[in-house]
């Protein structure tokens, strides 16, 4: 499995990363997982050379956090957790976000909302330190803390080698700035698909000019680029996938437009023998700046299939005939 720098901290990365959101359950993911076999699925991930491990106490309110600590019961120095902050959801502190599960999940980077979460994640993972970790979300008003004193909290748990190293996500690049004044910033987390390429308008180049690693997430759009959620696929109203706001590419129309973009790609999956999933992280991989693709996996079938588009090395004009065909497609309806 090929690494790259996670930035300039010294630490490689594998650069098809495990996202464990999925694993936490809950109504976001219309499943209630078998924690058993998340656990079966980490520890094949370790063996199939996958070291970077994206987790959150948000994912499952703390059940991902909890099953990734199992995992890697015995083989801790195997792993680079990322885990994160900010997503708070123990009392009123902070601004309001959003509701999951029905219950409201707030934004908060306060120092003294840091001290405790850093301590639940680190019981919750079974571990004395966290090898990145990242704010979640940045801060937002009525209870919006200066990014100074945000960052001063996260270089103190660094200092005290609770965490190794400090990244941010789904950040503007004015807000990367503002944390990378205040001290080191090793990596930025973001959505990014050949669907959603916002990103390469500021942030990819600034990090690729500047040596910051990119997480990137929902590379797959949750499933809709493996070509396997057909047309006649319904989501439960209250999943993730149903919420047209986050997601558009899921309803009927543009999910159509996807399918028939996908299927005109026959001939790529015969002449690299791969699957579709395989296509889309290389070509996510393949695109300047991008160091390490986040793939969200619920079984180990979808694991072993990730893990092989590592292997794949797409030509510059295949890449650039995605680009195009994605271009063509435009935003979603
Ligand atoms: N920082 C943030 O704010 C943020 C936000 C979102 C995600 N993330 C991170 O990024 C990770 C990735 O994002 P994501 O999980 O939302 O989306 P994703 O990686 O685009 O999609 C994950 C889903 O795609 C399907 N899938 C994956 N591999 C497959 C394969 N080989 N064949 C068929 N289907 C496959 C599975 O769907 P089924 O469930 O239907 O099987 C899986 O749950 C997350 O797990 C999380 O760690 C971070």
Redesign the pocket.
């Known amino acids: 499995m090929k690494q790259l720098p996670l930035g300039k901290s010294g630490i490689n990365a594998s650069t098809i990363?495990?996202?464990?959101?999925?694993?936490g359950g809950g109504t976001t993911?219309?499943?209630n997982p078998d924690d058993a076999e998340s656990i079966r699925l980490i520890q094949t991930a370790l063996d199939l050379g996958i070291n970077l491990i994206?987790?959150?106490p948000a994912?499952g309110w703390g059940r991902?956090e909890t099953v990734v600590g199992k995992a890697l019961k015995g083989r801790r120095d195997q792993a680079l957790i990322?885990t994160?902050c900010g997503l708070w959801w123990e009392d009123k502190r902070g601004s309001f976000f959003a509701d999951f599960d029905g219950k409201p999940m707030n934004r908060s980077l306060r120092p003294d909302t840091l001290q405790i979460e850093i301590e639940n994640s680190l019981r919750r993972l079974g571990t004395d330190h966290i090898d990145l970790y990242?704010a979640?979300?940045p801060a937002m008003p009525p209870d919006k803390t200066p990014v100074e004193d945000s960052m001063a909290c996260l270089l103190k748990l660094r200092s005290e080698g609770k965490i190794r190293e400090i990244g941010v996500?789904?950040v503007s690049l004015d807000e990367l700035q503002e944390f990378r004044a205040c001290g080191t910033i090793v990596s930025d987390?973001?959505?990014y698909?050949m669907l959603c390429r916002d990103a390469e308008a500021d942030i990819l180049p600034f990090c690729a000019e500047n040596h910051v690693a990119t997480?990137?997430?929902?590379?797959?759009?949750?499933?809709?680029?493996?070509?396997?959620?057909g047309m006649d696929r319904v989501f439960r109203a209250d999943e993730?996938?149903s919420n047209d706001a986050w997601n558009p590419w899921f309803t009927p129309s543009n999910r159509s437009r996807v399918l028939t973009m996908l299927e005109n790609w026959q001939d790529l999956l015969v002449k690299y023998d791969c699957?579709?999933?395989?296509l889309v992280i290389a070509w996510t991989a393949a695109q300047p700046g991008v160091t390490h693709v986040?793939?969200?996996?619920?079984?180990l079938?979808?694991?072993?299939?990730?893990a092989k588009a590592d292997e794949l090395a797409l030509e510059a004009t295949d890449v650039q005939r995605m680009r195009a065909d994605a271009v063509v497609l435009g935003a979603p309806a």
């Open positions: 990363a495990l996202g464990t959101w999925v694993l993911w219309g499943d994206d987790t959150a994912y991902s990322a994160k990242q979640h979300w996500c789904n987390q973001f959505r698909s997480l990137t997430y929902m590379s797959l759009e949750q499933g809709l680029l493996t070509g396997k959620v993730f996938r699957t579709l999933s395989q986040l793939c969200g996996t619920r079984t079938s979808q694991l072993a299939d990730n």
